[in-house]
């Protein structure tokens, strides 16, 4: 085979791919695209040097990481304002309308999947990074390499992110179902939740058999000099991105109104879930004018579809217990499909609502579901009773400890620090970094030890050695003496991070603080009458952490002992102008944040991270961003570093 034979081919092989992968129309069998698929890995083998850029053969995948490394966007990726009616949609227009009167819109499809950020550079496919906060996400490449609808070589040179949705077609998302039933698998809940997990697939060969599907809709850092976003649009799906349907632009909001409810009756017409549509100003000019709140741009929002309801019938109630022990009744409905995922359960947040919707095993029921969102039941058709109707039975025991339930309002709770059911959750809450902050011992590793039966509780994580980790998959010398170290680290820790690390209900970090100022190591032995004394310990807080105590004392005192954990208990403030005030930090200071929150807290005030009209004081500093402009609009009083050391001096 000849160069221009083996680009012939290729070019021959990439066409018949993407009939394949992304218009599911094949023109061409698998025979002959495994054969000439063949010849030219062949001819790539033999000259290394040749190999087409956007080659077939570099998407089979073929590698298994060890875990994904973060990866940094090169500008933030937002989130979007959601947006459910026409009130809504015109109240964003009028807040539009405060820099500009009148501009243009573009509109999108908003497909329900995954984000991703692709990177090109001097043509070629750099990096691959899901959203993950916006700023910092993982990194796929290996398995963006893989997804036929994603370019890997384009025309443009310059630096640019382009992005999109990593989504599953309802079709294949069926096939992939009926695959795993066969194989006695997990079936996916639903296409987005397939394409999620395809996409993070540590075995590129898994994402490769996936069928995923790259829909662009924006572009993060670019260098590109257009003035509408319509325009840029067109130059992106040039260089050789699919165009989803309806994209188009408008000029009224009676417009955007007649394309929403179009696009909303030709919902069922499209290949991939769609949720909603994406509306943006087409200026850019107008765009950077606008800018951004600390998540969204201004200039853009999704327009929600309705959720779906469907007609099903309630089989059964099963219990789960929650990392704090709470037990909250799940639904078990006959199965029915739900834009392409098959539903077999629906939330039910407490015993409360069970009364409020007059519930009973063996009723008819409707369902509704959008998006992703967990199915929720809105109606019992208490008409269709037959008499086979049972009445649904508060617990009174945990169902896996098997432990006496505390009910408290509408909440029933299970406090055992022991209950199977809660301990994995329990340990990663321990763990966690704004608890004891145990590095290496992550979700992941948690659920491996209790499965392998290295540890039972939180006490064990503290007896665990290097032999008991050095036969696990994944762990050598280095990551075992790593996380023994993170662990041995977390000792002598302060005692209010060690109390909001047991993850009991209501008592946070401030809650926690304020208890172990006033009792220290005696917390175990406080009383309700003391408790309710302390500033911001209320009846229900006061019941829950005395309930927890009761429960679990043997633990926490057996806890302290290994432990050791460092206490202060804090003279009272003397007054100042900030003492029982509610003070709110932004922007950048001559100290960092946490250092600015104790000095204050130090002074008896009470440090919010919102602003709002209770709020007495804002300290700013440099890029004090939407926290200062809501501060301003609710009058609530602002203060610089300046302005701050004068006041207290």
């Not at 179009?262 to 850019?284: P, Q, T, V």
């Not at 039966?453 to 990551?479: A, C, P, T, V």
Request: glycine share 4%; net charge negative; with cysteine.
């Amino acid at each position: 085979m000849t160069n221009n034979e083996y680009l012939n081919n290729i070019n021959k092989l990439i066409e018949w791919a993407k009939a394949y992968y992304v218009y599911d129309e094949p023109i061409a069998s698998d025979e002959e695209y495994d054969k000439l698929s063949r010849e030219c890995l062949k001819f790539e083998e033999e000259n290394p040097s040749l190999v087409h850029p956007n080659s077939p053969n570099n998407r089979v995948g073929g590698y298994v990481l060890d875990n994904f490394k973060k990866a940094s966007h090169l500008s933030r990726m937002w989130s979007q304002e959601d947006i459910f009616d026409n009130k809504e949609l015109e109240d964003w227009i009028v807040r539009a309308s405060k820099v500009e009167k009148e501009f243009d819109f573009f509109i999108q499809p908003k497909f329900d999947g995954a984000s991703l950020n692709l990177i090109y550079e001097n043509g070629l496919l750099k990096q691959a990074i899901t959203r993950g906060d916006g700023s910092v996400g993982e990194d796929v490449t290996h398995n963006a390499l893989t997804i036929h609808s994603i370019p890997l070589e384009i025309s443009e040179k310059s630096l640019i992110e382009i992005r999109g949705e990593i989504v599953i077609k309802k079709d294949d998302f069926l096939k992939i179902n009926e695959d795993r039933l066969k194989n006695e698998e997990q079936v996916f809940a639903n296409p987005r939740n397939a394409a999620a997990g395809s996409l993070r697939q540590l075995d590129s060969k898994i994402t490769a058999k996936r069928k995923l599907f790259f829909n662009v809709w924006g572009v993060g850092e670019n260098s590109l000099e257009f003035k509408k976003t319509s325009d840029m649009m067109e130059y992106i799906f040039s260089l050789g991105f699919e165009k989803s349907p309806m994209q188009l632009k408008v000029k009224t909001i009676n417009e955007i109104i007649d394309t929403y409810k179009e696009m909303l009756a030709k919902r069922d017409d499209f290949s991939m879930l769609l949720d909603g549509m994406i509306i943006k100003i087409d200026d850019i000019n107008i765009q950077n004018i606008l800018g951004y709140t600390q998540k969204f741009p201004r200039w853009s929002c999704a327009y929600k579809f309705p959720a779906i309801e469907k007609t099903t019938k309630l089989k059964d109630i099963i219990l789960q217990v929650g990392r704090t022990g709470v037990v909250t009744p799940v639904a078990i409905v006959e199965a029915v499909e739900i834009e392409g995922a098959i539903v077999e359960r629906a939330t039910l947040h407490n015993f409360d609502e069970i009364k409020r919707l007059d519930l009973k095993i063996n009723d008819e029921i409707i369902i509704i579901r959008s998006g992703d969102v967990i199915p929720k039941i809105t109606k019992v058709l208490s008409e269709r009773r037959d008499g086979t109707q049972v009445d649904i039975i508060k617990p009174i025991n945990c169902p896996d400890c098997q432990r006496e339930l505390l009910v408290e309002d509408i909440m029933i709770k299970c406090q055992n620090l022991d209950c199977s059911s809660r301990v994995v959750n329990s340990i990663i809450y321990f763990a966690s970094k704004n608890c004891m902050n145990i590095d290496g011992l992550g979700e992941k590793i948690v659920e491996l030890l209790v499965r392998e039966k290295k540890i039972y509780d939180i006490l064990d994580i503290y007896s665990l050695k290097y032999e008991d980790l050095e036969n696990l998959e994944g762990f050598k010398d280095k990551k075992i003496n790593n996380l023994l170290n993170a662990i041995n680290n977390s000792k002598n820790s302060e005692l209010y991070r060690v109390i909001t690390a047991l993850g009991i209900e209501h008592i946070g970090e401030v809650a926690s603080k304020a208890i172990c100022n006033k009792f220290a190591l005696n917390l175990v032995e406080a009383k309700y009458e003391d408790l309710i004394t302390i500033d911001g310990i209320g009846e229900q807080m006061a019941n829950s952490f005395l309930e927890f105590m009761r429960v679990n004392k043997e633990i926490i005192l057996e806890l302290f002992e290994i432990l050791d954990p460092k206490f202060t208990i804090k003279e009272e403030a003397k007054d100042n102008p900030f003492k029982s005030k509610i003070v709110v930090i932004t922007g950048t200071m001559s100290k960092s944040r946490d250092e600015m929150k104790s000095f204050f807290e130090d002074l008896g005030a009470k440090v919010s991270s919102s602003v709002s009209k209770k709020t007495d004081f804002l300290i700013y500093g440099e890029d004090a961003g939407s926290k200062y402009d809501k501060a301003i609009e609710l009058g609530v009083k602002t203060l610089n570093e300046d302005e701050l050391n004068r006041l207290l001096d």
